[in-house]
C-alpha cells in the first residue's frame, strides 16, 4: 500500500500542510519544533517519501542537470569527471543527463537545445582534456559552470592547478639533488603552441628551476610511450657526466617511453635516472616497475565541485564564482625517484 502524506499527517497528529512544509525543508517559523519532530519520525516509521514529480512541479524544477561534454565518454581516464558529478548530484537529490558532441559545435547547439527542451535546471560543460571553450549562449541562459576547461567570458570553470603541478614535479627531483634535469613536455613536432595544460606545467617547472638554480631544459616529446622513449634514449646515450639524471614528464606515458629507454641503454631507475610522470593513469603507473611517482590529474574532484558549486548556486542561492577555481593536483610518492647519483 502506498504511503501518503495523510498518512503521516494522521500518524503525527498534525495537518497535511504541516507536513508538506516540513518535508520539503521549509517548516522553520510556522511549524515548532517539537512538531517538526514528530512528522519527520512518523514519516520514517511509515517509510513514506514525497513524490518526486509533485515535489518538482510545484518547485518548477526538474531535479536534472545537463552535463554537455566534448568527447568525455570515450576517454576511461577522463570520465572520472562523469562520476564525480554524478555522484555529487546524486547526493542533492539531482541526476544527470550527459550528451556528448564529439567536436562538432553544430551537435553541441543541438544537444544543448535538447536538453533544454527536457527542462534541465542547469548545466555542466565538461571537457577531457583542459582547453578553452566558447559555451554555447543558450546554456548560459540557466546557471552554468565549466569543468576541466575554461572560457574568456565566463562562465567560471573548475580546473586542475596545472602551473602548481608542474612545480610539485619539478621540485620532487630537485629536492632530491638532481641538476641535470630535462622536461619532456607534451607538444608533438610541427604544432607550433602548447596546450594550456602542458604550457601551465612547463612554467611550473621552469619555477621550480629558477628557484634551485638549475637549467631548465625543455624537449617537446609528444604524448606517447614511443616518442618518450625515443628523446629519452637520445638524452642518455652519452657519457654519464652529460646525461640527465632525471626527466620531469608532461604525462605518464611518456615517463613509460623513458624508463623503457633506459632499461636498453643498462640503466636502472631510479639507482641511475629519476623518473616522474603526471597524470597518475590507471592501470599505468602504479603498475610499472617500479612504480612511477607522477602527480594525480583530479579529474574526480573536479567533477565533483563543479556540481557542488551548481547546486550551492540553484538549491540554497549562494552566487557563483567569478573566477576559474582551482584544484590541487598532489604528488604521488611511488619508487621512480631517488637521490642525484653521488648525493
Do not use: K
Request: with cysteine.
Amino acid at each position: 500500500m502506498t504511503v501518503t502524506s495523510a498518512d503521516v499527517a494522521r500518524r503525527a497528529g498534525v495537518s497535511r500542510t504541516a507536513v508538506s512544509l516540513v518535508l520539503n525543508g521549509r517548516g522553520e517559523g510556522s511549524i515548532s519544533a517539537a512538531n517538526q519532530a514528530r512528522i519527520h519520525a512518523a514519516a520514517a516509521e511509515l517509510g513514506y517519501r514525497p513524490n518526486a514529480s509533485a515535489v518538482n512541479l510545484r518547485r518548477r524544477s526538474t531535479s536534472t542537470i545537463g552535463i554537455v561534454t566534448d568527447e568525455i565518454t570515450t576517454s576511461p581516464f577522463a570520465g572520472q569527471l562523469l562520476q564525480g558529478a554524478r555522484e555529487a548530484a546524486f547526493a542533492r537529490g539531482y541526476l544527470t543527463i550527459v550528451a556528448d558532441y564529439g567536436l562538432d559545435e553544430a551537435r553541441e547547439h543541438q544537444m544543448v537545445q535538447a536538453l533544454r527542451g527536457r527542462q534541465v535546471d542547469a548545466f555542466v560543460h565538461a571537457a577531457m582534456s583542459m582547453r578553452e571553450v566558447v559555451p554555447d549562449p543558450s546554456m548560459v541562459e540557466l546557471p552554468t559552470v565549466l569543468a576541466n576547461c575554461f572560457a574568456a567570458g565566463g562562465p567560471a570553470g573548475v580546473i586542475a592547478d596545472e602551473l602548481e603541478g608542474g612545480y610539485r614535479a619539478a621540485r620532487a627531483v630537485f629536492d632530491q639533488g638532481h641538476r641535470r634535469v630535462v622536461m619532456l613536455a607534451g607538444r608533438d613536432e610541427g604544432e607550433r603552441d602548447y596546450i594550456p595544460a602542458t604550457e601551465r606545467r612547463r612554467r611550473g617547472f621552469e619555477r621550480a628551476a629558477r628557484e634551485v638554480g638549475a637549467e631548465a631544459r625543455v624537449i617537446d616529446a609528444g604524448w606517447s610511450i614511443e616518442t618518450g622513449a625515443r628523446h629519452a634514449a637520445a638524452l642518455l646515450d652519452v657519457p654519464a657526466a652529460q646525461r640527465p639524471t632525471a626527466f620531469v614528464c608532461a604525462r605518464d606515458r611518456v615517463a613509460v617511453g623513458v624508463v623503457l629507454a633506459a632499461a636498453r641503454l643498462g640503466l636502472q631507475v631510479p639507482r641511475d635516472v629519476s623518473v616522474i610522470g603526471y597524470d597518475d593513469e590507471s592501470d599505468v603507473a602504479a603498475q610499472m616497475s617500479p612504480p612511477l611517482t607522477t602527480i594525480d590529474l583530479p579529474h574526480r574532484r573536479i567533477g565533483e565541485l563543479a556540481m557542488e558549486i551548481l547546486l550551492n548556486a540553484v538549491l540554497d542561492g549562494e552566487p557563483l564564482p567569478e573566477q576559474d577555481v582551482l584544484v590541487a593536483c598532489e604528488l604521488v610518492v611511488r619508487g621512480s625517484v631517488d637521490l642525484a647519483p653521488g648525493r
